[in-house]
Each structure stands twice: as C-alpha cells, then as structure tokens.
C-alpha cells in the first residue's frame, strides 16, 4: 500500500474495547459521540487465558515470524557463546520478556501460571495495544492512526485544535503521546519527583498556530510546539496517542528481538527514550554488537540526530499566548490576536468543509460501525469476518490470514 504522507486533518481512529465491559462500552459510546468515524479494535483479557486466546495469538503472529527469522543463520551471524547462552528458541516465545508469557503459560490449563496472575491486567493492556497496532496496519498499511483506550481520561471535545495538530505533525514521527506527559515530565515543579536536567525536553522545528475554540473555554489562542521526547523521567497511562506510518514495522522488529514490559513504562521509559548502540545493532539480529550488553542505550540527549533512535517520538507543548510590548513599554498578552483568533477560529469551525474529524465520506477504508449494545460473539463474528482463520496453520498458534477487504467492520 502506498505510505501516505499528506498532512491533512483526516484519520483513522481506533478504541480498545472489551464488549462485555461495561465501562468501556460507555466510553466507547463517549469517544464516538465526539468522532463518529470511532471504531473498535478488540481487547484482550489475559487473565481469562485461554478463553479467546486465538485474538492474542493473532496480536503476536508478526512477531513469531520475526523471532523464526532472526534465528536464520545464514542471515544473522551469532557467537557460538551467545547460542549456547541464549534460552530462546525459533518456535517458540518462551523467555522473550512478556510477550512469551503466551507461551509459558500452565499445559494443563492454558491459563497464565499462578505467579503472573499478578500482573495479568498489564499483560493483557499489553497484548490489547498490539493487537490494535496489527489492526491499524493490516486495516491500513503504512499510515498514521490515532488510538485510545475506552476507559482512559476524559477527552476534551477540542476537534478544532486536533485539527491543527493532524496538518502539523513533525515530518518524521512515529509516536505521539496525546496525554499529559509533557506536564508530568517535562515541567519542573515543587511536584517533579527526581531531578530532571534543564535540556530534557528540547523544543523541536515543527510547531503550529492554535485559534481559540468558541465551543471550549479553557481553549487559548496562541502557538503549541511539539518537543522532543525526554532523555529523563516516564509517566503513566496509555489512553491517547497517534501512531506514523513506520511505527508497527519499527516496533514489533524491536520487540520480537527485546521482548516487552508493562506497555506505558516501556514505551514512555525505554523505547521512546533509547537508541539503538551501533548501527549494527540497529539492522542486525538477536546478538548485542562485540562490546555491548545490549542492543540500545539511553540517549544523550533529547533531540538527538544520530539516526539510532528505536522511534521518533513526541510530546506536545502547552499552548503559548502571544506576547507584545504595551504602548506604556510594558508586556501584556496579544488581545487583538487573541480576539482575531476567536473570530477566525468560529469562522473556521462554522465553514468547515469536509466530514467530522477522523471521517472520510470518500474513503474506501470507512467502516460501518457496530452497535453499542452488541454482544461479544458478535464483534468477534465481525472481527473473523475481517481476519479469516487459517484452516492449515497449527491450533496452538491460532494464526490469521491477512484481511482480504477493510469494509467488513
């Protein structure tokens, strides 16, 4: 599929949902009365393995693949110590940190064993958000997609200012946290627990011009920035992000050779804030370079151009007013900007042409969407439609054929 580039305000949106929860159920409802275009991408229980298992196998079938192939010796040179150290093996995930719990899972009862019950809702957070990432990039190739959790944080109803933030985004992006990192981490306060260096969130070249919505009173006008992740600190929640073009092939290759850990920490803490040691370490296999413990460092620094990030990722700025010197020669706030950017902003959302944001009459990737009320055999029956059983691959992997059409939502 061709990558698509073009910076406009359309895209696709994607909302983790347990159908037989109720609390999700209503957030979906909340999520789509804002974005009709909103769609449902199953979550996972990992708890209830192996109840509905075959929906987390399908989320891991790339990485399976990948893990086949980076065992393939003719292409990946490996010590004959680090194969006799190495506890994985091409056929299975097991020892791969998080991931192979799929498979470390209790023989008799296919259930996770007794010591990661603990974790079990991490584990399922984290197998949710793959299987979403493998539905955006079967559903839509390399493109760009905004997912949520149904049951994080209140979204504010700023279409307008999402708008501005879709034909902005930094060229380059693979992640983009929607949620409040910036204020978490990048904001010293009396509140900030650590010490977090003065450059550790440095400001990009890619930034854009905010109108004041008239349907939001805590909206402002002025200029947002997108900043460099931080080299320091990590936050907590996974409910709201936007994902680029080469976000799912970059990821899972990484993951299939790392493995994972709690999705938000890991995200937030690791993959967003390392690099890659050595270009080697960034195009070769499972084996850290001679030298390296690891395949990927901390950074240096937040902006960072040395070309070995794991993923270019961003957090977004608050909104700056603009300031100018008053005719007595002190500083006061653009009123006359601001004023402007109110007007322009109702002009702009009263003539705006075109679908809601997230909604493309034109677009043969629209989905028809589900009732609210739908049952889990039902979206799992939409979800099949969508991703046919291989009858020929083995019952224990539960691997899925590639979509054949993207309208059967």
């Not at 990558?3 to 409802?29: A, L, S």
């Not at 298992?53 to 393939?72: G, H, Q, S, T, Y």
């Not at 985004?169 to 949620?179: E, K, M, T, Y």
Request: net charge negative; hydrophobic share 30%.
């Amino acid at each position: 599929m061709t990558k698509k580039t073009d910076k406009t305000d359309h895209i696709e949106i994607f909302v983790i949902v347990q159908p037989e929860n109720t609390r999700d159920k209503e957030g979906f409802e909340r999520i789509r009365n804002k974005f009709p275009a909103a769609q449902t991408t199953l979550g996972i229980t990992a708890a209830e393995w192996p109840k509905n298992i075959k929906e987390a196998e399908w989320a891991v079938a790339p990485i399976r693949e990948l893990n086949k192939e980076f065992f393939d010796t003719k292409k990946y040179h490996y010590s004959s110590k680090f194969m006799k150290e190495l506890e994985r093996t091409p056929d299975s995930l097991a020892n791969m940190p998080w991931i192979g719990l799929i498979d470390e899972r209790n023989p008799k009862t296919g259930k996770l064993t007794k010591d990661r019950m603990g974790i079990a809702h991490h584990v399922g957070c984290l197998f949710a958000h793959l299987h979403a990432w493998r539905d955006v990039h079967e559903q839509l190739g390399h493109t760009r997609a905004w997912v949520m959790e149904s049951d994080g944080n209140e979204i504010p109803d700023r279409t307008l200012e999402m708008r501005q933030l879709l034909r902005n985004v930094p060229d380059d992006f693979d992640f983009i946290s929607l949620g409040p990192h910036y204020d978490e981490v990048c904001v010293r306060t009396e509140h900030t627990v650590g010490f977090f260096p003065s450059n550790n969130c440095e400001k990009s070249r890619f930034e854009f011009e905010v109108e004041k919505d008239p349907n939001d009173k805590y909206s402002r006008a002025g200029t947002k920035t997108f900043y460099y992740w931080p080299k320091m600190g990590t936050s907590a929640g996974f409910q709201s992000y936007l994902i680029g073009p080469n976000f799912y092939e970059k990821v899972t290759r990484y993951m299939a050779r790392h493995g994972a850990d709690m999705i938000d920490a890991y995200m937030f803490g690791h993959i967003c804030q390392n690099n890659y040691v050595s270009e080697e370490a960034r195009d070769g296999g499972l084996e850290p370079p001679k030298g390296f413990d690891d395949l990927s460092t901390k950074r240096l620094t937040s902006r960072d151009e040395s070309g070995l990030k794991i993923l270019n990722c961003y957090v977004i700025g608050p909104v700056e007013e603009k300031i100018v010197e008053s005719d007595e020669g002190g500083i006061e706030k653009d009123k006359d900007s601001a004023t402007e950017s109110t007007s322009a902003g109702t002009s702009t959302e009263e003539n705006m042409e075109g679908s809601p944001l997230g909604e493309d009459e034109s677009s043969s990737l629209k989905q028809v969407q589900g009732d609210s009320n739908e049952s889990f055999d039902d979206l799992l029956s939409r979800f099949s439609a969508k991703h046919p059983v291989a009858e020929k691959k083995s019952k224990k992997h539960g691997s899925r054929k590639k979509s054949a059409s993207t309208n059967a939502q």
